[in-house]
């Protein structure tokens, strides 16, 4: 079974902190993505990796940063948390764009 | 950009019965996937049922099925028999295979189901 984890499922920062969400796969995925899901709006595309060291913005990039050093792992980066970043975040993958996409738990993240 | 679009928040239907869930989407696209996709309570988002766009043969997967009508860029979700066990959040995705190839989601409709 595919397996997608997400390092923590709930997470607590300061405003003004760095923030590392990190996701690894284990099923030599080419595609990445990051989502925040708030009521209301659905998920929302933060950013997607199609390869390693690719990247590219999704819908709501601002405030936020990722890296892929590695195939199997995507970090989120929230440079200076700020409480407008208070979300659930989920990271999904996929082998390719016909396939279907595997997601994480999910990370609660509150900004505080 | 495209963009998806569920218009309806909350449904519900009583256990047996059947629902349908009701999906848009805009694109200027030809060729496309389409997804719906399950979250329940424990988060854990499940695919239930994927179209290709250029199949005109709408899919099924067991009790699932969808109605997909590429002219009017709808694409509905119908589920029979409901089971109490069907109670989430349903999304409508759509991945393009075109440029960035990116999956974009709608809304979530929630669906609940009544013993």
């Known amino acids: 079974d595919v397996k997608v984890t997400q390092s923590s499922r709930y997470l607590v920062k300061r405003t003004g902190e760095k923030v590392f969400l990190e996701c690894v796969q284990d099923?030599?995925?080419?595609?990445m993505f990051w989502y925040r899901q708030d009521p209301g709006l659905g998920l929302r595309l933060i950013y997607f990796?199609?390869?390693?060291?690719?990247?590219e913005k999704g819908d709501i990039p601002e405030g936020y940063s990722v890296s892929r050093e590695k195939k199997e792992r995507f970090s989120l980066i929230l440079e200076s948390a700020s409480t407008n970043q208070t979300s659930m975040y989920l990271c999904?993958?996929?082998?390719?764009?016909?396939?279907?996409?595997?997601f994480g738990q999910g990370t609660r993240l509150t900004v505080v | 950009a495209q963009t998806v679009t569920q218009s309806q928040p909350e449904m519900s239907v009583q256990e047996a019965e059947t629902v349908t869930l009701s999906c848009t989407y805009d694109?200027?696209?030809?060729?496309?996937?389409l997804f719906w996709y399950k979250q329940p309570p424990s988060r854990q988002m499940i695919l239930v049922i994927r179209?290709?766009?250029?199949?005109?043969q709408n899919a099924t997967e067991n009790r699932f099925s969808v109605n997909f009508q590429k002219a009017a860029k709808s694409f509905s979700l119908k589920i029979s028999d409901s089971q109490l066990g069907d109670a989430a959040m349903y999304f409508c995705?759509?991945?393009?295979?075109?440029?960035?190839?990116?999956?974009?989601f709608g809304q979530g409709t929630r669906l609940t189901i009544n013993p």
């Open positions: 099923m030599d995925h080419e595609n």
């Open positions: 990796s199609y390869d390693v060291k690719m990247k």
């Open positions: 694109t200027s696209e030809s060729d496309y996937y």
């Open positions: 999904a993958s996929s082998l390719r764009v016909d396939t279907e996409a595997f």
């Open positions: 179209q290709e766009a250029y199949k005109q």
């Open positions: 995705a759509y991945r393009s295979v075109q440029g960035a190839q990116k999956l974009v």
